[in-house]
């Protein structure tokens, strides 16, 4: 009775078809529709490859997302032993502001990181503008602000200032170099965030700094299938480490998408959330702080590929209750970026004749998953001949992206929830 199908290499996902084996052991039907659109693709050659993003707009997403996942990888390397996250959008927004206070040269530079050199796309600030206005939108539970802190010291030049604030809307900020300014600018994040976002800033900023790009982020998405079952306790295992007990949600015959990865040791979940957001969970096979397969397989194009080939199944579904706060100085990690001569030389020349350094890089992000959701799990039987069930019961890293766009709103590895667990 039993048939295991596994789908083989046919443009344009080869890498991600042979990586993946479908979970189809126990869904005749679903392996037969996934062979058809694999069979009707065929033939495409490499072209639809390169034609995975066609408009500005995911161009730009997928740039933005393959910026956030090197950076991400510069961040997991750095902690090995810790929980991080990362809004690449909402960093892709700030050193965006900054590269418009840039020469010629170090403007190509920082482009290079941002993965923007290959777009050419003249209108890039307006195609970046209008996407994140459309990743704010109030339906999707996500928002983030940038800002560059600038110190007045350093004679800025007004026509920045002034073309930061038209483009994006947020006026660069004056640090008078005193106790003061780590309260307007806690202040000011927080206003904005609508009150979700506090303390930037954790300590003063020192007097001599100059230039701060700052990005905060808030999310709270609402899942398209709420669960049932909240606030329950249960064991998340460590490595190494007795169990933390930790909030869980739980649903039955939940909808979602999954698929096995074999050579990633993984299961890959994705959930979906309202307004074309979902969140995928890859959760290793084993209790395990080492992450590296995974984070090195992280691309644009690798995340396209899953969503376009995880299958529709429907399962027991638990996910631990997550109320996360984190913040940290990304500084360090430019140069790993391949901007070390860009710290040295910033050429900021449209910022200030002074040649301004760089003092810190601040994240912060705050996000929450809460059980609502506006859809009811359907109580009728799905069809499966086998009850399945994911747990998120162990380390895991995740993904909150956009669909429609394919931006990368966040990504985090939780090696244990209560890490970043905010109050
Ligand atoms: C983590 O896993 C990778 C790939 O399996 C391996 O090469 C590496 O040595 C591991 N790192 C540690 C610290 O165990």
Known sequence: MLHCFQIFGASPYVSMM????????????????????????????????????????????????????????????????????????SMSAAFTQLSMGASERAEKQLHRVLRYHNLHDIQLHDTLRDLLTSLRASTKGFSSVERILLARKLRLKLEYLNAVEKQYGERPQMLMGGPRDQKSVNDWFKQQTGGKVDRVLATPLPRSSEVVPAGVAYFKGKWKTRFSQVGKMDEFRLDGEAPARIAVMQQSNYPVKMGIDSDLGCTIVQVPMEDGVSMYFFLPDEVTQNFTLIEEALTAEFVQDLANTLHSVHLQLTLPVLKLSYSTDLLGLLSGLGLSEWLENTDLIKISAQTPKLSTVRHKIVMETAPEGSQYASTTPSGQSLSLSYRVDRPFLFLVRDEPSGTLLLIGKILNPRDLASV
């Not at 479908?22 to 033939?43: H, K, P, R, V, Y």
């Not at 490499?46 to 996942?69: C, H, I, Q, W």
């Open 18 to 89: 042979k990586r993946i084996t479908l979970l189809l052991c126990f869904w005749g039907l679903l392996s037969i529709s996934s062979a058809q659109e694999t069979d009707a693709e065929e033939g495409g050659g490499e072209e639809e490859v390169v034609n995975l993003f066609t408009t500005p707009r995911t161009k730009l997403a997928a740039a933005m997302s393959d910026f956030g996942y090197n950076l991400f990888r510069q961040l997991a390397a750095r902690d090995t032993k810790a929980s991080v996250l990362l809004s690449p959008v």
